[in-house]
């Protein structure tokens, strides 16, 4: 039995290597998703426990260093610290991109403290070494910083020159970029610099006081009772803005990553197992009514028929074997490159990929079961097969009646012969051929959601950086300034339009519900940045009143025309009433809009502006980027040329690779369902196709009979494959919506159109492949079989 079950498999090798290629790709989808998913959560969750990562973060106006002994002093509070952070720009010497650089104060001496550091290489910046920093490994790796480097930066209008100590890595920056416009790190123009507490006090003039808030809560405390008691004691000094640590973007960033593997590693793998379990269940069943007289000859030899029924089993259970074990080892390798690939986005001191047993036992008990039920469940056939019965061929299935297309019998008689041929072959089968469609239909949606990503991506950018930011530079002043600046900004070279811009953080409120958000006042006439609807048509700002983002007046359960209560989260002002306008869509970060002069006033100033959005000649970018560091009041100036190649380099490399395996997977699912149903369907219709050799069909004729009957088959599974690929569309937009960033339902005509040609080639594949049994093809043994 054993060597019969070695022959067996033999005979069907072709679809052997088919279904345990499926099987490799769940099981090494099931090892490689769930062990980068344990890599980073058990990197990730003792990273935050070694280095303290803060529960809770307050960003004041200014405020006495000591407050955080009276927020450390709250029950539920295991520790506090205070700190000052600033955002200057760097002047790097072979940079010719402006440079944003985040100075974070630490302890003068080297303790633990809050959000500690990792000091990667060099030393700790201690005092009388100011103005010593240390700089972001990504950071200094990017630009080639070494300890004991300088660079200039420009800290109130004055240039400060700084020295390295060494660099660093900290758990609230594993996922290092500035804010969520910039969407994905940018190590070159984007770095953290830690500096001495006395340092930054001094150049930034705030002797004994803080702009920042890191709370460590108690095991057991509510972080949001706590961040709103602890927001409360900090109101008087304006806190600007508030949030947890699941809010944090670094940590958000990670999270949601570590959300989309888990899932992935929970449907992904099912899929496959699922598609080679069915294909088993069809091969095993077409190979027991193949050797109905085997079967009967082997019980009246005396095997029984647990016997017979374990070696059918077993076929099915050897083709799982085997796919499992490649599956194992397919599967560690691309964990191994999973998180190498994660390194260029997350960093952490230590991140490497261990093998974890358990996973191994449960892939193999995954990749065993399906196939195992599936080959018992087709097996069980046997146990109805008599040897005197069984000695007789099977007589062939009845004739359930004719097509539909048969019904017109004007149509019918205007189909080619071979056609006709076609449809009463589909309608006959109907098992297989629903699931050729299944199979299909599972392929075309998979490729669809992969395809997905790249139009929603790309429709985010050009909504957000062609169609809204239209600015070619955005520059950011370190205080609120009158018109005079946008005077000098006018005047700076290559400077075509200059447009004021005020960003507030302010505290919304609608019945009980409350948020801080960031508002932006805007002219209402403004050529650099226009507010659009849901059908991309530019709205004009009202005089009085608030625009905002759909996601922000989703959790307001506001809608356009109520009153919200909102108020500048700056010590001194009051509360206003203010009308929602509008409601618009949003997709990176939550932005309020209110027309300039509007929110000038609830300031109570005539016209207040703290950026200026430009209009830039590209040929003269550089000439903009050195003139604007002279400028006392600048704080730090984006360039969007700069930020998009970026983007274009990092980014969307990352995206095809992680779409390329998608793709594969997705051609391993079609080629296997379409190549096994077609081989087995030769070898069941061999005397049927020898007869139409004899009868004077050439051989492409026959292949065009076999072949039709799948195209069509494969054209109705993309067909039905398509609201599949929208509905898992929308789930991924689901999974991943979130305050930081929402996926857009965007799919483009033509992706359908790629989606289906990829579809095409894979059939074409499975055609190839089943070209060879066609042509060896052996007539005279054919027709020799028994009726």
Same mark, same amino acid.
């Given at each position: 039995?054993?060597?019969?079950?070695?022959?067996?498999?033999?005979?069907?090798?072709?679809?052997?290597?088919?279904?345990?290629?499926?099987?490799?790709?769940?099981?090494?989808?099931?090892?490689?998703?769930?062990?980068?998913?344990?890599?980073?959560?058990?990197?990730?969750?003792?990273?935050?426990?070694?280095?303290?990562?803060?529960?809770?973060?307050?960003?004041?106006?200014?405020?006495?260093?000591?407050?955080?002994?009276?927020?450390?002093?709250?029950?539920?509070?295991?520790?506090?610290?205070?700190?000052?952070?600033?955002?200057?720009?760097?002047?790097?010497?072979?940079?010719?991109?402006?440079?944003?650089?985040?100075?974070?104060?630490?302890?003068?001496?080297?303790?633990?403290?809050?959000?500690?550091?990792?000091?990667?290489?060099?030393?700790?910046?201690?005092?009388?070494?100011?103005?010593?920093?240390?700089?972001?490994?990504?950071?200094?790796?990017?630009?080639?910083?070494?300890?004991?480097?300088?660079?200039?930066?420009?800290?109130?209008?004055?240039?400060?020159?700084?020295?390295?100590?060494?660099?660093?890595?900290?758990?609230?920056?594993?996922?290092?970029?500035?804010?969520?416009?910039?969407?994905?790190?940018?190590?070159?123009?984007?770095?953290?610099?830690?500096?001495?507490?006395?340092?930054?006090?001094?150049?930034?003039?705030?002797?004994?006081?803080?702009?920042?808030?890191?709370?460590?809560?108690?095991?057991?405390?509510?972080?949001?009772?706590?961040?709103?008691?602890?927001?409360?004691?900090?109101?008087?000094?304006?806190?600007?803005?508030?949030?947890?640590?699941?809010?944090?973007?670094?940590?958000?960033?990670?999270?949601?990553?570590?959300?989309?593997?888990?899932?992935?590693?929970?449907?992904?793998?099912?899929?496959?197992?699922?598609?080679?379990?069915?294909?088993?269940?069809?091969?095993?069943?077409?190979?027991?009514?193949?050797?109905?007289?085997?079967?009967?000859?082997?019980?009246?030899?005396?095997?029984?028929?647990?016997?017979?029924?374990?070696?059918?089993?077993?076929?099915?259970?050897?083709?799982?074997?085997?796919?499992?074990?490649?599956?194992?080892?397919?599967?560690?390798?691309?964990?191994?490159?999973?998180?190498?690939?994660?390194?260029?986005?997350?960093?952490?001191?230590?991140?490497?990929?261990?093998?974890?047993?358990?996973?191994?036992?449960?892939?193999?008990?995954?990749?065993?079961?399906?196939?195992?039920?599936?080959?018992?469940?087709?097996?069980?056939?046997?146990?109805?097969?008599?040897?005197?019965?069984?000695?007789?061929?099977?007589?062939?299935?009845?004739?359930?009646?004719?097509?539909?297309?048969?019904?017109?019998?004007?149509?019918?008689?205007?189909?080619?012969?071979?056609?006709?041929?076609?449809?009463?072959?589909?309608?006959?089968?109907?098992?297989?051929?629903?699931?050729?469609?299944?199979?299909?239909?599972?392929?075309?949606?998979?490729?669809?959601?992969?395809?997905?990503?790249?139009?929603?991506?790309?429709?985010?950018?050009?909504?957000?950086?062609?169609?809204?930011?239209?600015?070619?530079?955005?520059?950011?002043?370190?205080?609120?300034?009158? @018109? %005079? +600046?946008?005077?000098?900004?006018? *005047? =700076? /070279? &290559?400077?075509?339009?200059?447009? !004021?811009? $005020?960003?507030?953080?302010?505290?919304?409120?609608?019945?009980?519900?409350?948020?801080?958000?960031?508002?932006?006042?805007?002219?209402?006439?403004?050529?650099?940045?226009?507010? @659009? %609807? +849901?059908?991309?048509?530019?709205? *004009? =700002? /009202? &005089?009085?009143?608030?625009?905002? !983002?759909? $996601?922000?007046?989703?959790?307001?359960?506001?809608?356009?025309?109520?009153?919200?209560?909102?108020?500048?989260?700056?010590?001194?002002?009051?509360?206003?009433?203010?009308?929602?306008?509008?409601?618009?869509?949003?997709?990176?970060?939550?932005?309020?809009?209110?027309?300039?002069?509007?929110?000038?006033?609830?300031?109570?100033?005539?016209?207040?502006?703290?950026?200026?959005?430009?209009?830039?000649?590209?040929?003269?970018?550089?000439?903009?980027?050195?003139?604007?560091?002279?400028?006392?009041?600048?704080?730090?100036?984006?360039?969007?040329?700069?930020?998009?190649?970026?983007?274009?380099?990092?980014?969307?490399?990352?995206?095809?690779?992680?779409?390329?395996?998608?793709?594969?997977?997705?051609?391993?699912?079609?080629?296997?369902?379409?190549?096994?149903?077609?081989?087995?369907?030769?070898?069941?219709?061999?005397?049927?196709?020898?007869?139409?050799?004899?009868?004077?069909?050439?051989?492409?004729?026959?292949?065009?009979?076999?072949?039709?009957?799948?195209?069509?088959?494969?054209?109705?599974?993309?067909?039905?494959?398509?609201?599949?690929?929208?509905?898992?569309?929308?789930?991924?937009?689901?999974?991943?919506?979130?305050?930081?960033?929402?996926?857009?339902?965007?799919?483009?005509?033509?992706?359908?159109?790629?989606?289906?040609?990829?579809?095409?080639?894979?059939?074409?594949?499975?055609?190839?492949?089943?070209?060879?049994?066609?042509?060896?093809?052996?007539?005279?043994?054919?027709?020799?079989?028994?009726?």
């Amino acid at each position: 039995m054993t060597r019969k079950l070695l022959r067996d498999l033999w005979q069907v090798k072709g679809q052997v290597l088919a279904v345990a290629a499926v099987i490799v790709c769940g099981i090494a989808a099931f090892t490689a998703v769930n062990s980068a998913f344990r890599d980073l959560t058990l990197t990730r969750d003792a990273y935050m426990r070694d280095y303290r990562m803060a529960d809770l973060f307050f960003t004041v106006e200014r405020a006495p260093a000591s407050v955080v002994d009276r927020v450390a002093a709250l029950d539920g509070v295991a520790r506090a610290g205070g700190r000052l952070v600033f955002d200057v720009t760097l002047d790097l010497e072979d940079h010719p991109d402006p440079a944003i650089g985040r100075i974070i104060s630490i302890p003068d001496r080297n303790v633990e403290h809050v959000n500690d550091v990792h000091i990667a290489s060099g030393t700790y910046p201690s005092p009388p070494d100011a103005p010593k920093v240390l700089l972001s490994q990504e950071f200094a790796e990017a630009n080639g910083f070494e300890a004991g480097d300088s660079f200039r930066a420009l800290i109130n209008g004055k240039e400060v020159t700084l020295r390295t100590s060494g660099t660093a890595l900290s758990p609230e920056y594993i996922y290092v970029i500035r804010g969520i416009q910039d969407f994905v790190p940018n190590p070159e123009g984007f770095g953290i610099l830690w500096a001495p507490r006395t340092f930054v006090e001094e150049v930034f003039g705030y002797g004994n006081a803080v702009n920042d808030v890191v709370v460590r809560l108690d095991n057991g405390a509510d972080p949001e009772a706590m961040l709103e008691r602890i927001d409360g004691l900090l109101d008087p000094y304006g806190v600007i803005a508030k949030l947890e640590r699941k809010d944090q973007i670094s940590y958000r960033s990670l999270n949601d990553e570590l959300k989309g593997l888990e899932a992935m590693g929970r449907t992904v793998p099912m899929m496959f197992l699922l598609v080679a379990s069915i294909i088993l269940f069809i091969i095993t069943g077409r190979m027991i009514k193949r050797q109905r007289e085997q079967i009967g000859v082997l019980k009246a030899f005396g095997y029984r028929d647990a016997q017979v029924l374990l070696h059918y089993a077993g076929i099915s259970g050897a083709i799982g074997l085997i796919g499992t074990a490649g599956g194992l080892v397919a599967g560690d390798l691309l964990a191994r490159s999973m998180v190498q690939m994660y390194t260029s986005f997350f960093r952490f001191p230590l991140l490497r990929h261990q093998v974890y047993p358990d996973l191994f036992v449960f892939g193999l008990a995954f990749g065993l079961l399906g196939p195992l039920v599936a080959g018992y469940v087709a097996g069980r056939r046997t146990l109805k097969i008599a040897p005197a019965e069984a000695m007789r061929p099977e007589p062939p299935a009845p004739y359930a009646g004719g097509t539909l297309a048969e019904t017109f019998r004007f149509l019918w008689k205007r189909i080619p012969f071979t056609w006709k041929i076609v449809l009463r072959n589909i309608t006959r089968f109907k098992g297989r051929s629903a699931f050729v469609i299944f199979g299909v239909g599972l392929s075309m949606g998979l490729l669809l959601m992969t395809f997905f990503f790249l139009d929603s991506l790309d429709y985010l950018l050009h909504f957000q950086y062609d169609l809204t930011n239209r600015e070619d530079a955005k520059m950011r002043l370190n205080r609120e300034t009158g @018109l %005079d +600046t946008l005077r000098e900004a006018r *005047r =700076l /070279p &290559g400077v075509t339009r200059a447009e !004021p811009l $005020l960003e507030m953080p302010f505290e919304i409120r609608h019945g009980l519900v409350k948020k801080n958000i960031l508002v932006m006042g805007i002219p209402r006439e403004s050529r650099l940045h226009h507010v @659009l %609807d +849901t059908s991309l048509n530019r709205i *004009r =700002l /009202p &005089g009085h009143g608030i625009v905002l !983002p759909d $996601l922000t007046a989703e959790m307001l359960r506001a809608r356009a025309g109520d009153t919200l209560t909102v108020k500048p989260l700056y010590p001194g002002f009051d509360e206003s009433e203010v009308r929602v306008a509008r409601v618009v869509p949003q997709y990176l970060g939550q932005t309020a809009y209110m027309d300039l002069a509007y929110e000038s006033s609830l300031l109570d100033e005539p016209r207040a502006m703290n950026a200026v959005l430009l209009e830039v000649d590209p040929a003269r970018e550089r000439d903009l980027v050195a003139a604007a560091k002279d400028m006392p009041t600048v704080a730090t100036l984006d360039v969007k040329s700069a930020l998009m190649a970026h983007f274009e380099t990092m980014f969307i490399d990352f995206m095809w690779i992680a779409i390329s395996f998608y793709i594969l997977f997705a051609g391993i699912i079609a080629f296997a369902v379409i190549y096994t149903s077609a081989a087995l369907s030769i070898g069941e219709r061999s005397r049927e196709l020898a007869s139409m050799r004899v009868l004077g069909l050439h051989r492409s004729e026959i292949a065009r009979i076999v072949f039709g009957e799948y195209f069509t088959l494969s054209v109705i599974g993309i067909l039905a494959g398509i609201p599949l690929g929208l509905l898992m569309a929308k789930g991924i937009i689901l999974a991943y919506k979130s305050e930081l960033y929402t996926f857009p339902y965007v799919i483009y005509n033509t992706t359908y159109l790629e989606t289906a040609a990829a579809i095409a080639l894979f059939l074409v594949l499975a055609r190839l492949a089943c070209e060879r049994p066609l042509r060896k093809l052996d007539m005279v043994s054919a027709l020799k079989r028994k009726d």
